[in-house]
């Protein structure tokens, strides 16, 4: 039985643990967290392909370092975040639920009213680390467009499944969707 997967993504290699979802469902583990090697060079990559914009937004938390990176490689000074609940800090909220893949319960995704006047008129690119289901990446886009955003792209460093034939977004490489024997589903 196999227990992990080998990819390759912005000219790097890394081996991803299969996870269970459920009895018929496993995942390969793509954790941006802590490899700033990786999170630079999708970064760069990402950067090639991306639409002009005005901003950045994605969802709390796996996304953060690639968008900050992303940001900071293109001279942006400014990056948001749909935070997975509200803080005190925030103000006017707006909020929109999600439900994961990777998430057992549903999910709040909310921005302020900082957030909204930034984004409000201006060209905003929506980016995640794993685009699967796609729920996350809609709950930002509603987020974007109640603000008053345009939304002029979707991005992420690996399509799972399905969403690797989804024409609405754009990604470096395809992350296949797993049987419980480690074997790629079909």
């Known amino acids: 039985m196999k227990d992990s997967y080998t990819l390759n993504v912005a000219g790097l290699t890394r081996e991803l643990p299969l996870c269970r979802v459920n009895d018929e469902l496993y995942i390969g583990a793509f954790v941006i967290f802590g490899d700033v090697e990786l999170t630079v060079a999708c970064a760069k990559e990402l950067l090639k392909i991306a639409p002009e914009h005005d901003i ?40 929109t639920e999600v439900t994961s893949i990777t998430t057992a319960n549903r999910q709040h995704l909310c921005i302020d009213q900082a957030d909204a006047d930034l984004m409000r008129g201006r060209r905003v690119l929506i980016i995640d680390d794993v685009i699967s289901t796609g729920e996350s990446l809609k709950a930002v886009e509603k987020l974007v467009v109640q603000a008053g955003g345009n939304v002029v792209g979707r991005m992420a460093i690996l399509a799972e499944g399905d969403a690797a034939n989804r024409k609405d977004i754009l990604f470096l490489q395809k992350l ?10 079909a």
């Open 56 to 95: 950045l937004i994605t969802a709390e938390s796996k996304g953060i370092p690639l968008v900050y990176e992303m940001a900071r490689q293109h001279g942006e000074n400014k990056y948001l975040i749909a935070r997975k609940a509200a803080k005190l800090y925030m103000r006017n909220v707006f909020s």
């Open 176 to 185: 296949p969707l797993f049987n419980p024997d480690g074997s790629e589903k």
